[in-house]
């Protein structure tokens, strides 16, 4: 159990203690280069471990021949730099670039070890080696003096570490963990580090808050073994990835909600000093990302709807171009000018009768064309026969669109989102402000919108296309799945010109806490077993439960099918009502004709 990282090392420690190495200051010149020897091969080890670039060597009052910076340069063919308690403050920062230290120091006095602080970087996750180098052959070192070394170590914030000192017998490695306390560990098996940090049965503590779907907390006993019989637990695929990594080192914490919402600034984890949590869920950039993986990569985005269907009331708007009605306006005050004008006795009924029947294309009868004047004659024969190509061009277009849909065009930048007429809508008070910096298109601030979370979530949850809203691509990513179960899924990120950039986004990892080493290894380890797939699944049906989603959208039933007729319900009624006037008209016609008849036959 535990990180590759410490595995690999500890076995090489183990290697390292069963060798007998003795460094003991007086006896330097006799052993020394049986012991460099092993030194060297120490180094090598960890150097496949931590990339062996250069090496750096803190020595001060050692003078051997050849120096052990000679050997490592032959050996490994990298630069060794030499830092002793006479470097100056900027000469230091130009050889601070080594991952592998080696540290020969003669005592808590010894004035090399002031060097080791010399640094802008707190929390180096450098590896130190200190040799500890007794002026008295064969002295046993007391645990006082490990403790009292681990402790300057800890106040210059070097975690990375271990100590090589002369035990009863034989050469011991120490290395501390510190939780509350220092607490020494002898590195005796692969896996003491683990067992010490299990022995002292430490509570860590968790910080989460709300960023749903990703990560989110919620009252339950359900992770009570890692949460020592708590009542709250955590959920999304990265509250999954941090208790699967606290159930797999067998440790137990204590989960502190956060009360509020995550907002588009990620900031939360700049934290004081004197915060103890060693972990917090949410991902946040890549500045506070010392010791955590890169999680993903994610931005924030405008959801656009995928295809918006126009609204029936507006079909003739779109699909029939403007100059299309204003010529239909002036050729309909000719035509009926012409019937009105070329008709005796004129009727102004008629006239408007004849217009409505020639722009839907209804022919007269032969004998009725041959009593036409003249140019009604022109008109019903040429112009009808165009009248009738453009309004059957125009049932066909109106019938496909009817039929599967007539659509908006789609939000692909700034223009066609102002052209759509949409709103943006959020939740998150900090999305303004993102618009106002121009992190997102600064000319679309005005669109902008801020509602409570419940109505955002309302409106997400119900797919309502009538509305733009801003996304974390990360959250976007895990919430599809609401729509896994839609042939053509609703919405859909806009493009790259309705984005932000993308950012790095990772855990924060306390860096004082023991627990940032073992991290990334655990991490690695499961982006390869594919875990993450299956927690990103899990959190989201915890999600959809725990927010009462109990049923995944699907395809409507109409979409895509042939027209019903119950569709021309209200062609129907017209129909049937112009039956009715017509029917009533003539009851009246002849009810006034047999009126008139009586009224001659009295005269």
Request: aromatic share 12%; proline share 5%.
């Amino acid at each position: 159990m535990g990180s590759r990282f410490f595995i690999r090392n500890l076995i090489l420690f183990g290697l390292l203690a069963s060798s007998n190495m003795q460094i003991p200051f007086g006896e330097l010149e006799k052993k020394f280069e049986l012991d460099v020897d092993f030194l060297l091969g120490v180094t090598e080890l960890v150097g496949h471990i931590q990339g062996l670039y250069s090496i750096t060597v803190y020595a001060d009052c050692i003078d051997i021949h050849p120096s052990i910076q000679q050997r490592i340069m032959d050996k490994f063919m990298v630069p060794v730099n030499t830092i002793g308690s006479n470097l100056s403050r900027p000469n230091y920062h130009k050889l601070d670039n080594s991952r592998i230290r080696i540290v020969l120091f003669t005592g808590l006095n010894d004035t090399i070890l002031v060097n080791l602080n010399k640094t802008d970087v707190p929390y180096s996750d450098n590896f130190y080696m200190l040799a500890y180098a007794s002026a008295i052959k064969n002295k046993c070192i007391e645990l006082d003096f490990i403790e009292e070394v681990f402790t300057l170590l800890w106040k210059m914030s070097i975690q990375n570490a271990i100590l090589l000192i002369r035990g009863e017998f034989m050469m011991e490695m120490w290395s501390y963990l510190y939780m509350g306390k220092i607490h020494k560990i002898k590195l005796t098996k692969p896996n003491s580090y683990l067992e010490s940090l299990r022995k002292y049965n430490y509570r860590f503590s968790l910080e989460v808050i709300n960023d749903p779907p990703a990560i989110f907390w919620y009252n339950s006993s359900e992770q009570a073994d890692v949460t020592g019989g708590g009542n709250l637990s955590v959920s999304g695929p990265l509250g999954l990835i941090i208790i699967n990594f606290l159930r797999h080192l067998n440790v137990t914490i204590d989960i502190v909600p956060i009360p509020g919402k995550q907002t588009s600034q990620y900031e939360l984890f700049q934290q004081p000093d004197n915060l103890r949590a060693e972990n917090g869920v949410n991902m946040v950039g890549s500045a506070l990302l010392k010791y955590s993986p890169m999680v993903t990569q994610s931005r924030m985005c405008l959801l656009v709807s995928n295809r918006r269907m126009i609204p029936f009331s507006r079909f003739l708007d779109r699909l029939v171009s403007p100059g299309v009605h204003k010529l239909t306006f002036v050729s309909s005050i000719g035509i009926f000018v012409i019937k009105y004008f070329s008709h005796r006795p004129r009727s102004f009924v008629d006239a408007i009768f004849c217009t409505i029947r020639f722009f839907f294309a209804i022919p007269l009868p032969s004998i009725i064309l041959n009593r036409l004047p003249v140019v009604d004659r022109f008109i019903e024969v040429f112009i009808i026969i165009f009248v009738q190509i453009l309004l059957s061009s125009n049932i066909s277009i109106t019938t496909s669109a009817l039929t599967t849909g007539f659509w908006e065009p789609p939000i692909i930048n700034v223009e066609t989102m102002r052209a759509s007429g949409l709103h943006i809508l959020t939740e998150d008070p900090t999305i303004l402000q993102a618009f106002k910096e121009n992190i997102l298109p600064s000319s679309l601030a005005d669109l902008v919108i801020l509602v409570d979370e419940d109505t955002y979530f309302h409106h997400v949850t119900t797919l309502n296309n009538s509305y733009v809203y801003v996304v974390q691509a990360h959250n976007w990513q895990i919430f599809r799945l609401y729509q896994q179960q839609m042939t053509n899924e609703p919405f859909e990120i806009a493009s790259e010109e309705l984005c932000s950039k993308w950012r790095i986004l990772g855990i924060p990892l306390n860096p004082k806490s023991p627990l940032r080493f073992m991290f990334k290894d655990y991490f690695y380890r499961i982006l390869e077993s594919g875990l993450r797939e299956q927690w990103v699944h899990s959190g989201f049906k915890k999600f959809c439960e725990f927010n009462n989603l109990k049923k995944l959208p699907v395809d409507s039933v109409d979409s895509w099918q042939p027209l019903s007729i119950e569709f021309y319900s209200n062609v129907i009624r017209a129909y049937i009502i112009g039956l009715v006037i017509a029917t009533l008209a003539f009851v009246a016609e002849l009810l006034h004709n047999g009126y008139r008849r009586k009224n001659v036959k009295k005269t």
